[in-house]
């Protein structure tokens, strides 16, 4: 199943932060390189380009984005739309391809912009194979050093084949974690950078305060995918676990975005669309953010002589080195009931409930005091992080024959986590069922009604007709997903 890319939280008041409250939070305002001639020069994605894989036309992109940088007195980016769609439009994914553009370019406000359209698709197969030919398109464009992508399928027994469209050198490619307690592929490739949720805090003044698990951020370990040389620092279950990382990503901690459907209103649809501001969440806000954050890294790198950094053998392991020093602590999420969706058990040896007791395949547990399977590392500390990122020589193979395994933690030896043996996929009938006001990741305006909306809880071939998700979530109307 492709994992509709979270879907959108519709708030009653644009609560969001705006893009200067959002960077300074994290440190990533601040950013300042030292060139090999001694000039200061601003990090900022300068020099790098950033490419995101999205579904579907949006022919209002480029001048929401222009709305979006007014009002924030951010600089309009050299922006390039590959459009593989043709004329087909859908206002979910016009509001996805929104969140991605808007949340990369706060972030990295000087980077360069490439948005890959990918074509729709009937099946689930046509879905995934034209997302595909999307990250390819993107890999094979000149400049690109940093692919993003806000969706997901379920785990299926053939992904492992696709590993490589995500190991090209000089390239880093991020993926959301998802919005429900299962992991997604392709967040789940060991050669893939996953990002995760978190509900950000600031203090009265704006300063970064804290940060809890936002209950919905998704995670586990790997049906299918090994453990990577990378991870043997926090577990040792032989599984890759996801994610890796975290950012902001709670609609009510979100950011604000501007967006206008290819469509009018009406059900002739035939007046002219109006654009609106609303809040965005979900880990596909993260994704992107973090697109920003590594293209402020190569850019530095590219400052000091240094080439910039790929994914697999370079940024992975060098994210990992940092462990504890580069990330903000995240707190578990106060919400503990298995009806909210979410990674839940996955926190760091917090947590009573567990997915591991209704479905074995899905191994949302704990791996250590420094890594979990709701946020992974943890947020970034923007400054020290970077720096730390930017001087790193670390490169590691991705799967390496001999374990290092922790002298202490959970993962050492006598305490590990529970090895999630992959197992035939459980039967289509669902195994639990969630509340009637339950709806995985949408709230309206209107009132406190939610709807619910059903997500297979099992786990099939992507070539098994299901449903395709993608990851965001927006404020003040609500378009279902696909």
Same mark, same amino acid.
């Given at each position: 199943?492709?994992? &509709? ?5 519709l708030?009653?008041?644009l609560? $969001? ?20 001639? $001694? ?14 894989? &999205? ?5 209002n992109l ?8 007014q ?22 994914? $016009? ?12 972030v ?8 890959? &359209? ?7 197969d ?67 950078l996953? @990002? ?5 805090n ?18 586990g ?18 599984q ?78 060098s ?11 995240v ?19 917090? %947590? ?43 490169t590691?193979? @991705?799967?390496s ?29 669902p ?7 339950h ?6 305006h &209107? ?6 909306? @059903? ?9 098994? %007709? ?17």
């Open positions: 199943m492709l994992v &509709e890319l979270d879907r959108r939280c708030l009653s008041t609560t $969001g932060l705006t893009p200067s409250q959002l960077t300074s939070a994290y440190g990533l305002d601040g950013i300042s390189f030292q060139t090999i001639s $001694g000039q200061s020069v601003q990090g900022n994605g300068a020099g790098q380009t950033i490419a995101l894989i &999205e579904m579907y036309h949006d022919p480029a001048s929401d984005l222009h709305t979006f940088d009002r924030f007195g951010l600089p309009d980016p050299a922006l390039n739309v590959i459009n593989q769609a043709g004329n087909q439009t859908n206002s979910s994914w $016009g509001q996805e391809e929104s969140l991605d553009v808007e949340v990369a370019h706060a990295a406000p000087a980077a360069s912009i490439v948005v890959v &359209e990918a074509a729709a698709g009937i099946t689930n046509q879905m995934f194979q034209n997302l595909m030919t999307a990250v390819q398109t993107a890999s094979q464009t000149a400049g690109v050093t940093v692919v993003s992508m806000s969706w997901g399928f379920n785990e299926f027994s053939g992904e492992t084949q696709y590993d490589s469209s995500f190991n090209t050198p000089g390239i880093t490619y991020i993926a959301a974690s998802g919005d429900t307690a299962s992991v997604d592929y392709p967040a789940a490739s060991p050669y893939v996953s @990002v995760g949720a978190t509900t950000l600031l203090s009265a003044s704006g300063t970064y305060s804290s940060e809890s698990a936002w209950y919905d951020s998704g995670g370990y790997s049906l299918y995918e090994p453990e990577p040389s990378y991870q043997r620092s926090v577990q040792s279950t032989g890759r676990s996801t994610p890796d990382v975290a950012f902001d990503g709670d609609p009510n901690t979100g950011l604000q975005v501007y967006f206008t459907p290819a469509a009018g209103p009406g059900p002739d649809q035939s007046a002219p669309p109006r654009g609106s501001w609303a809040t965005y969440g979900g880990t596909s806000l993260g994704a992107p953010a973090w697109a920003g954050i590594i293209a402020i890294v190569d850019q530095g790198r590219l400052l000091t002589g240094m080439p910039g950094l790929s994914g697999a053998t370079q940024t992975l392991p994210l990992y080195a940092q462990a504890g020093s580069g990330f903000h602590a707190t578990a999420t106060s919400i503990t009931s298995p009806w909210t969706g979410g990674g839940f058990d996955g926190w760091g040896g917090f %947590g009573t409930w567990s997915w591991d007791s209704v479905w074995p395949d899905i191994g949302n547990t704990s791996t250590s005091a420094s890594a979990n399977t709701q946020t992974g590392l943890g947020t970034p500390v923007g400054p020290g992080l970077i720096n730390a990122l930017v001087a790193s020589q670390l590691a193979p @991705v799967f024959p001999t374990p290092t395994i922790p002298s202490s933690g959970l993962g050492s030896p006598g305490n590990s986590a529970p090895l999630p043996t992959p197992v035939p996929p459980p039967s289509p009938t195994v639990h069922g969630r509340r009637r006001d709806h995985g990741r949408v709230r309206h &209107e009132g406190a009604r939610k709807i619910h909306a @059903v997500r297979p809880h099992h786990r099939t071939s992507v070539k098994q %007709g299901r449903p395709f998700q993608h990851r965001s979530f927006a404020s003040l109307r609500h378009y279902r997903g696909i």
